[in-house]
């Protein structure tokens, strides 16, 4: 087992690993930047090291400084939490370079599936259902050609994309010139490559996605899936598991797809398969995640799993102590991510906390690094804190949250809790009834329904 | 209430530990007299405090990491403030010399500090030298590479916060440098 843990990252998350490096005995090594000098994740670090001022790009994101930490407490293992370096193949491999082990997958499971268009292929060939698409696109008429034969409406994507940049709708042929253009140059922009691809449209789908934890013995096994269709521009907003849209049987069979496929590509770590599914329960692999995400939460409610003490135990060589695919699911759970933003324009609130109170009670958990008198920098992410609650079922767990939001002081800062409180009342929610575009009917734009 | 320089003997009597109170008395009376630099420790918690050039209230820096201990901060003027960890570097108590624009050379590196060029070398630079502006000051060591500091300023040096082989943070005051 690892002598001692650095966690390349901040907030919340960079407290959850201490919360099981403590769990598991591990000393841990605390990074950060000027800024979050009195984080809890400092605080409750055995050691911690300043590596650079406020700006992620000289801090959060300095491999030398990340690295030179590491050595100078004399870590073995870095743990980079979501965001920042999580994803960086280059990033895994200087670790591995200066032996110290990265707790994720490989860096070549990294790489294959932050080039979405690769990974979208390689999952096709390996079995599992894709929308139709193209490859990278080599010519305009290509384009052209290719959209007529999905039928539109199309979508351009960044192959180097993700977290809808560099993506753009086209509803026809005359359009698509222009947007392919505009799609190339936003993507070279955002992630140093024009390649992008087609894939047909879907537009109002669900998106569900399944969590999945691999071994270094070649055992993979799936957690179920989690229910992530509440979104504002592409950032979840709340999510849930079980999906009300998934029976057992197609749990089962796509699990065993995503099982085979992941084995194939030798994948080991915790990682997130994305789907879409459009309105006749279909669903199609859209991309895959290969790190720890936000929601974890809500998957370790339904399991009773501590995934990320799994990451540290995988990491370090240990198989996995699952039987078969899977594990049994209980109950319901759903989580509420809560932002520090203007509940009208939804723009993100920097500030000073000046009164804090986490609510408690039964299937309460609250993931949080914010406390009374915390400044929130507006340096990072608005994310402050993770409300999730499990229930016996799903409308339990919808009223665990109505009372646990009711009950969250947070209070100097605006937060996304009136919000978060609407959805929770809305009725379509409550019957399950909504896709990616849900959300619409809460902005300025659109009356509420 | 008088500051008070800590003795080992003082330090064994007194089981009180910081009051905010008392923190801000202090940084009153550091304003008062002008000090530019000052570090206590008082019952296993140590403050330094460091005022900054141009006329203005002294700001609290937090404990800085001595590499093999924990590196908790202590903010003293915001409350309330995480407790504080366990410092087991010795005693340092002398408040410095004032001096209105005594310069801080901060380490813009994570690494380790080396006060000479190599192992057998004699140090770059030592206490009452004067150094120049883009003179080589130490080297700090991360992954493999020796970056070498120089100075940001002309003067004398009057402090040296470091030990050779000491590891050191981002932001980590080095040296001192009293212009000229």
Same mark, same amino acid.
């Not at chain 2, 008062?32 to 002294?58: D, W």
């Given at each position: 087992m690892f002598g001692k843990i650095l966690i390349a990252n901040r907030g919340e998350i960079a407290l959850r690993v201490i919360c099981a490096c403590k769990e598991l005995g591990i000393p841990t090594v605390a990074v950060y930047s000027e800024a979050d000098r009195y984080s809890l994740h400092v605080r409750f670090a055995d050691e911690a090291v300043c590596i650079g001022p406020a700006r992620s790009s000289e801090s959060y994101l300095n491999v030398a400084a990340i690295i030179s930490a590491a050595e100078i407490t004399g870590a073995d293992a870095i743990h980079p939490g979501y965001g920042f370096l999580a994803e960086n193949p280059k990033f895994a491999e200087v670790c591995e370079t200066c032996k110290l082990t990265f707790i994720g997958p490989p860096p070549q499971a990294i790489h294959l599936m932050g080039d979405k268009n690769l990974a979208r292929k390689r999952m096709a060939e390996l079995g599992l259902p894709v929308l139709p698409g193209t490859g990278v696109l080599g010519s305009e008429e290509e384009a052209l050609k290719a959209a007529d034969e999905i039928g539109y409406p199309v979508m351009v994507k960044a192959s180097a994309g993700g977290g809808g940049k560099g993506m753009r709708i086209v509803n026809a042929a005359e359009d698509l010139p222009q947007l392919l253009q505009t799609a190339q140059n936003e993507a070279e922009a955002s992630f140093g490559s024009s390649d992008v691809y087609l894939e047909k449209y879907i537009p109002s789908p669900r998106h569900i996605e399944f969590q999945v934890m691999a071994d270094t013995h070649g055992k993979v096994v799936h957690l179920g899936e989690r229910e992530c269709t509440i979104q504002r521009r592409h950032q979840k907003v709340l999510e849930e598991a079980p999906s009300t849209q998934i029976n057992a049987e197609t749990r089962r069979q796509m699990g065993c797809k995503i099982i085979r496929a992941l084995r194939e590509v030798g994948y080991t770590n915790a990682g997130t398969v994305e789907f879409l599914m459009d309105g006749n329960r279909n669903l199609y692999f859209l991309e895959m995640n290969t790190r720890i995400q936000v929601?974890?939460?809500?998957?370790? #409610?339904v399991t009773g799993l501590d995934l990320v003490k799994m990451q540290i135990q995988v990491a370090a060589g240990l198989p996995l102590p699952i039987e078969g695919d899977t594990v049994g699911l209980r109950g319901h759970a759903i989580?509420?991510?809560?932002?520090?933003?203007?509940?009208?324009?939804?723009?993100?609130?920097?500030?000073? @906390?000046?009164?804090?109170?986490?609510?408690? =009670?039964? =299937?309460?958990?609250?993931?949080?690094?914010?406390?009374?008198?915390?400044?929130?920098?507006?340096?990072?992410?608005?994310?402050?804190?993770?409300?999730?609650?499990? =229930?016996?079922?799903?409308?339990?767990? #919808?009223?665990?949250?109505?009372?646990?939001?009711?009950?969250?002081?947070?209070?100097?800062?605006?937060? !996304?809790?009136? #919000?978060?409180?609407?959805?929770?009342?809305?009725?379509?929610?409550?019957?399950?009834?909504?896709?990616?575009?849900?959300?619409?009917?809460? !902005?300025?734009?659109?009356? =509420?329904? | 209430m008088p500051v008070k320089k800590s003795s080992r003997s003082e330090e064994a009597?007194?089981?009180?530990?910081?009051?905010?109170?008392?923190?801000?008395?202090?940084?009153?009376?550091?304003?008062?007299?002008?000090?530019?630099?000052?570090?206590?420790?008082?019952?296993? #918690?140590?403050?330094? @405090?460091?005022?900054?050039?141009?006329?203005?209230?002294?700001?609290? !820096?937090?404990?800085?990491?001595?590499?093999?201990?924990? !590196?908790?901060?202590?903010?003293?003027?915001?409350a309330p403030a995480p407790a504080p960890p366990q410092e087991s570097a010795a005693t340092e108590s002398q408040p410095e010399a004032p001096s209105e624009a005594a310069h801080v050379l901060k380490s813009p590196m994570v690494g380790t500090f080396f006060a000479s060029p190599s192992p057998d070398a004699p140090p770059f630079v030592a206490v009452g030298d004067r150094v120049s502006v883009g003179q080589v000051l130490c080297i700090v060591e991360a992954m493999k590479l020796m970056n070498e500091i120089e100075s940001e300023s002309a003067g004398e040096i009057v402090r040296i916060h470091v030990e050779n082989g000491q590891p050191v943070e981002y932001g980590q005051p080095l040296f001192t440098i009293k212009p000229f």
């Open positions: 929601e974890h939460a809500v998957t370790e #409610m989580e509420c991510r809560i932002c520090a933003e203007d509940p009208e324009t939804f723009a993100p609130s920097a500030g000073k @906390i000046t009164g804090f109170h986490v609510p408690g =009670g039964t =299937g309460v958990r609250v993931d949080t690094a914010a406390y009374a008198e915390s400044i929130i920098p507006p340096y990072y992410d608005s994310l402050i804190a993770k409300l999730v609650v499990h =229930g016996e079922d799903r409308s339990e767990a #919808m009223q665990r949250m109505v009372r646990a939001l009711e009950m969250f002081i947070i209070e100097g800062i605006s937060t !996304s809790i009136p #919000m978060q409180e609407k959805i929770l009342a809305d009725a379509d929610f409550r019957a399950g009834r909504f896709d990616t575009q849900f959300l619409n009917r809460f !902005s300025r734009n659109g009356a =509420g329904k | 009597e007194n089981d009180r530990s910081w009051e905010l109170e008392e923190i801000q008395q202090l940084i009153d009376l550091l304003i008062k007299r002008e000090v530019a630099e000052f570090e206590l420790e008082k019952n296993g #918690m140590r403050i330094r @405090i460091l005022r900054q050039a141009s006329p203005g209230p002294a700001s609290a !820096s937090p404990v800085n990491s001595s590499g093999d201990s924990a !590196s908790q901060p202590a903010d003293p003027v915001s």
